[in-house]
């Protein structure tokens, strides 16, 4: 094996990992490691907004399965991750949604001091470049650009109307002093491009003579002894290779790849480990549990032809291409969903817990359906799911997929959302403002009516909305993974920073508050190792 030395080795270049390599390569005295298992982020597609809809191959995306899901017909879903510099930021829909305060303070009242919404605003907004506000809620010099969408589709425009005359109120800010409402999402776009982790965070820390990155590197084992992490043993372009941390390990791989480094490293619950001929190095029941995720349920329409579908045609795309190159502005900037809405499913609840996106094109099975014709799709998404599944080891050869089972519907609560933020998508197709523009409804059809009808299309048609949390769960009960400085319970020298320490789903999209996170850990670590210093100083 080769081998180097850091004081930092960060495993994961996503969201959170990007953010967490480039504040801790600041310190110019500091050796960092940034490890990431996909390779570089050269193709065009992820930079040019739109691209992200033709991103399904395995050079970037992990295109992971889950197991079979017992409430949706047996089937084994596409689980789709970024596996590339930016992670799923850059194969993302680019929508910049934080949730809503009360998850936040959900996390604090569960038992995580210092995680409540006023604890986590001020690492939104260090984060934030927003082009478009400047206010308490919103940052203006931070790394990740924020901005509007350059120009929006008929169908969005009607979209947007529709919700308003059922109800809703327009929302100029879903990320301000209220979710409620209805309106246009911004995006993470610099320039009519791509914003990613990678571009926001990499890109201006990459000459630093003290961060290393080190593209198609699988981590495969954290080095421990005696109870500390001492490094990291990875394949390098096939290549077994170790580093060592003199300070500490880092996990930000996100939901599913934490969790899985963890066990493959002896982490996690003996029993699972030691089925598995793996060795037991720290029983920690939590890894790989607690896993939670939004499902879509879509509904699809023919519609007069102003929406996307066909734009890629070779006469469309290459005048779209040229009015792109020339114009930075067309069909190649868009983010397709470019409209939402947050509404309550009753008034029981205080917040609202349904999403919905609208998307002016056929987008069925991800995307990976073709419909003759033009035509919109209606996303909804119960967002506080009450089903708990999990992420457990195929085997103990690193390289084997894990075992994902989100649980989908497991819980009958979330029937009954999901139920009626579908019907909420049947009457926006019916909608007076849509009316010029919606020929008939394709999906699933006029003929599906009943309660059994509809749950019957729920089971064959619902997928995942791509925001799986909370496998590496931050809190102090028998399932918690990380403490609230997100370091693992029982070791030293072991963090967790990602999206796998939620201790619930917030509601909305997951990639601003997993850049938050990124931040926030990255204080936490800079403030520890601080503290250490003034202590030996003293000493």
């Not at 929508?95 to 996390?107: E, L």
């Amino acid at each position: 094996m080769n081998s180097s030395e850091f004081d930092y080795i960060v495993v994961g270049a996503g969201a959170a990992g990007c953010a967490v390599a480039n504040r801790l390569s600041e310190d110019s005295s500091t050796r960092v490691l940034l490890l990431e298992a996909g390779g570089r982020d050269l193709s065009p597609l992820i930079h040019v907004p739109v691209g992200f809809t033709k991103l399904t191959s395995p050079s970037v995306n992990w295109g992971f399965e889950t197991a079979p899901q017992s409430q949706l017909d047996g089937r084994r879903m596409w689980y789709p991750q970024g596996k590339t510099l930016g992670g799923s930021t850059s194969i993302n829909a680019m929508i910049y949604i934080r949730g809503q305060a009360q998850d936040y303070d959900r996390w604090r009242d569960a038992g995580n001091p210092g995680w409540g919404y006023d604890d986590v605003l001020p690492f939104f907004r260090k984060a934030e470049h927003n082009e478009r506000l400047a206010d308490s809620y919103h940052g203006t010099d931070g790394p990740m650009n924020v901005t509007e969408q350059i120009e929006c589709n008929l169908l969005t425009r009607a979209f947007v109307r529709a919700n308003q005359e059922l109800g809703l109120s327009f929302n100029h800010d879903f990320n301000g002093a209220g979710q409620e409402g209805v309106g246009y999402y911004d995006v993470t776009q610099r320039d009519a491009r791509r914003e990613s982790a990678a571009t926001a965070y990499l890109r201006p820390a990459r000459k630093r003579p003290n961060l290393t990155i080190h593209t198609n590197s699988l981590a495969t084992r954290i080095q421990v002894s005696n109870g500390v992490a001492r490094g990291v043993e990875y394949l390098h372009r096939g290549r077994a290779t170790k580093a060592s941390a003199r300070r500490e390990v880092i996990l930000s791989s996100g939901a599913i790849n934490s969790p899985r480094l963890l066990l493959l490293s002896g982490i996690g619950p003996a029993n699972e480990l030691e089925a598995l001929g793996v060795s037991v190095v720290h029983d920690l029941a939590g890894v790989g549990k607690n896993l939670q995720d939004h499902m879509d349920v879509y509904l699809t329409a023919h519609t007069t032809p102003v929406s996307f579908n066909e734009s890629d045609r070779p006469d469309r795309a290459a005048l779209y291409t040229l009015e792109y190159l020339m114009f930075k502005n067309g069909p190649l900037t868009a983010c397709v969903c470019e409209a939402g809405a947050f509404l309550k499913s009753s008034e029981e609840v205080e917040t609202p817990d349904i999403q919905i996106h609208c998307l002016p094109a056929f987008v069925i099975d991800h995307g990976r359906q073709r419909v003759k014709g033009h035509g919109m799709t209606i996303n909804t998404c119960h967002l506080r799911p009450r089903s708990i599944g999990e992420v457990t080891l195929r085997s103990s050869n690193p390289e084997d997929m894990p075992i994902i089972n989100p649980n989908f519907l497991a819980d009958p609560y979330d029937w009954r959302i999901s139920l009626a933020a579908f019907q909420w998508g049947r009457r926006l197709l019916s909608s007076e403002a849509l009316k010029p523009f919606v020929l008939s409804e394709h999906m699933p059809g006029a003929s599906v009516q009943t309660d059994a009808e509809i749950r019957a299309y729920i089971r064959r048609w619902a997928k995942t909305d791509y925001h799986p949390v909370g496998t590496c769960k931050m809190g102090t009960d028998e399932l918690a993974v990380v403490d609230t400085d997100l370091r693992v319970h029982g070791l030293e020298g072991l963090r967790v920073v990602d999206a796998s320490i939620m201790p619930t789903l917030i509601s909305g999209n997951t990639s601003a508050a997993s850049t938050m996170i990124g931040e926030k850990g990255a204080h936490h670590i800079l403030h520890g190792s601080l503290a250490a210093a003034s202590s030996g100083a003293a000493r």
